[in-house]
Nanobody, 115 residues
Framework: QVQLMESGGGSVQAGGSLRLSCAAS????????VMWYRQTPGKQREWVAT???????DYVDSVKGRFTTSRDNARNTVHLQMNSLKSEDTGNYYC?????????WGQGTQVTVSS
């Protein structure tokens, strides 16, 4: 059974940092493209970042220079380092793994940034 488990969310003041983790079981994470999304109540889920198989990354403009996503293949985990957090970064953060037609989502972890 495939499972993606996010962790690392919490409450932080503006300007602070958090590191989210997405741990996979049942798949070899390094063979999947991994994407991060976030969602706030009443809004559509927003794409945040992509980590390609080759390690290339891409980010939504609003987080460029502040967020970094990376792999820890030894732990079958992907991280999202979030620095200089802003109140508008508040939301439930999800990871998504894609390999062809195989798509898996995590359950989300809440990030709350207070100004």
């Amino acid at each position: 059974q495939v499972q993606l488990m996010e962790s690392g969310g919490g409450s932080v003041q503006a300007g602070g940092s958090l590191r989210l983790s997405c741990a996979a079981s049942g798949i070899i994470f390094s063979t999947y493209v991994v994407m991060w999304y976030r969602q706030t109540p009443g809004k559509q889920r927003e794409w945040v970042a992509t980590l390609s198989l080759g390690g290339n990354t891409d980010y939504v403009d609003s987080v460029k220079g502040r967020f970094t996503t990376s792999r820890d293949n030894a732990r079958n985990t992907v991280h999202l380092q979030m620095n200089s957090l802003k109140s508008e970064d508040t939301g439930n953060y999800y990871c998504r793994a894609i390999q062809g037609v195989r798509i898996y989502w995590g359950q989300g972890t809440q990030v709350t940034v207070s100004s």
